[in-house]
């Protein structure tokens, strides 16, 4: 062939290898922006890197995915800072038992919950969520329109019954803020002889792991300018709440390119 075009051989090959790796290129690209779509632009360069090296069974460096997604105009969405500050009317009051100590060997040993809120075009509903500190799974979470006793109570009584706790008989901690719900004895009778830790007023970090857990809900997914179109009735937005907090628990790689679900599995084998 290379005879009856007047050509050498290295210019041959140059042209199948070149030709090859246009065509890894492309499959490169096309994997990028369906993997972007699917987390909703979520993923920086490290992660990206990770699950595309998973699909394709590859070795490619951080280096080139990110030429890659400059590229393509993908971008990581940027987390949103934002000061939250409550009143509280404590019924009673807890030591910070936990004291930051975040550390923990397995699962249903230490737990943090809180509530926060989101806006939609219909007004704001409050969700409350309860995660594991080990794998850092939501357990569960209940919505409502209202910030009340109902929202964080059956919130924490599904997760007890879901994990089958024995309220009169674990080691089991919760972290909680002063919130007025969590200084009832509402919250203090469902919790039964779980430990209760009580961050010390206007320290968020004695709780920071379900205060970390919405700061990623709210950049990846609230604020996230793909997502904005959800938010035009409750309705639509409770949906895809729930869609998201599904893709956190299964889907969501971290930097270790693991998932909530893939850490919890394998600590209760």
Same mark, same amino acid.
């Given at each position: ?68 997604? %400059?590229?393509? +105009? ?11 500050? %409550? ?22 040993? %230490? ?13 704001? @509903?409050?969700?409350?969520?309860? @995660?594991?500190?080990?794998? %850092? ?20 009584? *599904?997760?007890?019954?879901?994990? +089958?706790? *024995?309220?009169?008989?674990? +080691?089991?901690?919760?972290?909680? *803020? ?45 604020? +996230? ?45």
């Amino acid at each position: 062939m290379c005879e009856v075009l007047e050509l050498n051989r290295s210019t041959y090959y140059n042209f199948l290898k070149y030709n090859a790796k246009d065509e890894k290129d492309k499959e490169l690209k096309e994997t990028i922006k369906q993997i972007d779509k699917e987390v909703f632009s979520t993923y920086g360069r490290n992660r990206m890197t990770i699950e595309v090296n998973k699909r394709l069974n590859s070795n490619y460096n951080s280096k080139k995915i990110r030429r890659i997604m %400059k590229e393509l +105009n993908i971008e990581c969405v940027i987390r949103v800072k934002k000061k939250r500050f %409550k009143k509280t009317a404590a019924e009673y009051t807890a030591e910070n038992l936990m004291n930051r100590d975040f550390t923990v060997e397995a699962e249903n040993q %230490k737990w943090s919950t809180d509530v926060t809120e989101v806006k939609t075009a219909e007004g704001k @509903i409050y969700i409350s969520g309860i @995660i594991d500190i080990h794998s %850092k799974k939501l357990l569960g979470y209940s919505i409502r329109n209202t910030n009340d006793n109902e929202l964080v109570f059956t919130n924490l009584k *599904d997760v007890i019954e879901k994990e +089958n706790i *024995d309220i009169d008989n674990n +080691n089991l901690m919760i972290q909680t *803020d002063r919130g007025y719900q969590y200084t009832s004895y509402g919250f203090k009778h469902i919790r039964g002889n779980i430990k209760h830790s009580m961050s010390r007023p206007g320290h968020c970090p004695d709780n920071s792991p379900i205060e970390s857990f919405w700061g990623i809900f709210k950049s990846e997914f609230v604020y +996230n300018p793909i997502c904005k179109e959800y938010f035009k009735t409750k309705e639509l937005a409770i949906k895809e709440i729930e869609n998201y907090f599904k893709f956190y628990n299964e889907t969501r790689i971290t930097l270790k390119g693991t998932t909530p679900n893939i850490i919890r599995n394998n600590s209760l084998i």
